[in-house]
């Protein structure tokens, strides 16, 4: 049989280029890593606006009242303006609202973006939105080699499994050629990137029909939209729905509500009704929350059957493009929201 090499000259090379590869994230560890932001800056604007989250965490001067928290539900589910123009006028002077969120379900990525914007703000209130059930892999999330560095928060990883401590560790190995190149040329944001929170893929997603159907815009009357209630996690209307999540991912759940409670951020639950949830009289959630994060918390959320009253599942679907709200949808589900939104606020210390 014929060795992969032509000798040992060339084997003991390819050894030693993969030994430098393996440790690579210590190497750049020890140099000093390239500013945390620039762990975001590299991320395309296809996988979540990344742009706009190194905009409100490292560039925005002002403190959050309120910051939604969550993956794409979040992003494509959410008028923030609006919210924030009703804040203002329930506290009579300018309110800030900020949104981080990106592409992909992963509760290590919702932990790091509000570790790292906590380091630099303060947020009165987080609303933290929670996947679809089922939505979770006990795996670290897809982007995670881009923002997840050594040396960095090793205290967020203590309590992990040997396998996800080696996963993390492979995912810093894959990110580590990354973050070199960015001592030598920071990664660059264009104007769009920071300042386009609607860019070209969003407007295309939440303003077509049904899975690519043709876009119907269709709009409830405000006296017909049925406002979302702040409920404890103990509510009747909460539905574990699972599968509960364990391992890596409940790891960092935890961890999430650990930083908030640390940071003196009131922490609140939100649920965005997905198309599945068709004729649901319950919110189904991916676990009992009182079991997971204790009864204290309370989630924001209104059932589907109650937010879409009356609508057959043909004009249902006018609501939404995918799993995703539609503009229609989000238009429905932002009016929704804002009473129990001001009302946690009110109760935020």
Avoid at 19 to 44: D, T
């Amino acid at each position: 049989m014929h060795s992969a090499f032509r000798s040992t000259k060339s084997s003991l090379a390819f050894c030693g280029l993969l030994a430098f590869l393996l440790g690579l994230p210590v190497i750049v560890s020890w140099m000093g890593l390239p500013p945390r932001e620039q762990a975001y800056s590299s991320v395309s604007f296809h996988s979540g606006a990344a742009g706009k989250v190194v905009e409100n965490i490292y560039n925005d001067p002002q403190d959050a009242d309120i910051l939604f928290l969550g993956a794409s539900l979040v992003r494509r589910g959410i008028l923030d303006r609006r919210i924030q123009d009703a804040l203002s006028s329930h506290l009579g002077r300018p309110a800030h609202v900020v949104v981080l969120s990106m592409n992909w379900a992963g509760a290590d990525l919702t932990y790091f973006l509000l570790r790292d914007y906590l380091n630099r703000h303060h947020a009165r209130l987080v609303i933290w939105n929670q996947p679809e059930p089922d939505a979770y892999k006990d795996d670290p999330h897809i982007q995670a080699y881009r923002w997840m560095r050594y040396g960095e928060y090793n205290d967020a990883f203590a309590g992990l499994s040997p396998y996800s401590r080696v996963q993390t560790y492979a995912e810093m190995v894959l990110g580590g050629p990354r973050e070199l190149l960015a001592k030598l040329r920071p990664n660059l944001l264009s104007d769009q990137d920071k300042s386009d929170w609607e860019g070209e893929d969003i407007r295309n997603n939440i303003r077509t029909g049904y899975r690519h159907a043709q876009f119907v815009r269709d709009n409830l009357p405000r006296d017909s939209i049925r406002n979302a209630s702040l409920m404890p996690v103990t509510s009747s209307l909460l539905r574990a729905a699972g599968p509960f999540p364990h391992g890596y991912q409940l790891h960092f759940l935890r961890a999430l509500a650990a930083v908030a409670h640390q940071k003196k951020s009131n922490l609140v639950l939100l649920h965005i009704p997905t198309d599945s949830e068709y004729g649901e009289t319950t919110i189904p959630e991916i676990a009992d929350w009182s079991q997971l994060l204790g009864p204290s918390y309370k989630v924001i959320g209104v059932p589907s059957s109650m937010l879409f009253s009356g609508l057959g599942r043909d004009r249902f679907l006018h609501f939404y493009s995918d799993v995703h709200v539609n503009d229609n949808g989000r238009e429905v589900f932002t009016e929704s929201i804002i009473p129990p939104v001001l009302e946690a606020y009110d109760e935020s210390k």
